[in-house]
């Protein structure tokens, strides 16, 4: 039966494990996986920019011996001119997957449900599932097994990736804490969610607004900007209410000795991160980043095999 990736918790904790340990594998042999070869073509379409999700999806899909069609919504007739499922239909007569950057989450929904080949969530406004199998593959290499770590994101609560760090570090057995002011918390069904992986797995789930009890003994510290795309227009009171939340010095002396620090980027040094965390001995983000292709090399394969 065809498989998607639309959300984190579409993978169950003993399925996210495999697919990290393909993506340790494909990180250690990077060709030692051609599912695409013919080659047979994957769709990566986007509605928001992106350097890091193109890149590695361009580049992912290569290693496994296919053709990327990289499309963009201003020249496509996707973005309000034709359905997601009208899309889809076209689509999978001619591709063997398709990953698709976009806005709502319904729309994915509506594209999966339309189509027999797998739909990946290259992020959407609820989501960034991608992002967190790179995060949790950066996290295991650095720090070992996953289970019952402590993960706190700091910021925007209600962001794509605060959202899928829930789901995915509940999925994984971790212990995850949100550190938000309240006008920016997650949205409550998907900490019920987190909280319904949670008890499957042994990881925990909890919301705070003050950041310095969220990241009290925290093995890992993450943010993301507090502007996400498509939220411009709230700037200012973003940054009004946000700016108590940043992950600085001072923050991460609270988390463990050897609290590593995580940021998908891009990022805004000087707002919800200082440069010197961003940018010092704890911080992974270049790992994290590099990841994206193992991670998703890997999901690609999985889904393929599913179909
Ligand atoms: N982290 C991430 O998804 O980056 P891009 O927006 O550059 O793809
Ligand atoms: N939360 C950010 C992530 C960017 C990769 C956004 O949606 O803009």
Redesign the pocket.
Known sequence: MTRHFLRDDDLSQAEQLEILELASRLKRDRFAERPLEGPRTVAVVFDK??????VSFAVGIAELGGNPLIITTANSQLGGKETPADTARVLERQVAAIVW?TFAQAGLEEMANGTRVPVVNG?SDDF?PC?LLADLLTIREHRGELAGQTVTFVGDGSCNMAQSYLLAGATAGMHVRIAAPADYAPTPSVIADAERAAERTGGSVAVFTDPQQAVAGADVVVTDTWVSMGREAETAARLEQLSRYQVNAELMELAKPDANFLH???ADRGFEVSADVLDGPRSLIWDE?EN?LHAQKALLVWLLRQA
């Open positions: 920019s992106s350097t890091r999700t193109r950057r992020l960034h992002q998908c980027l891009p980043a994206r």
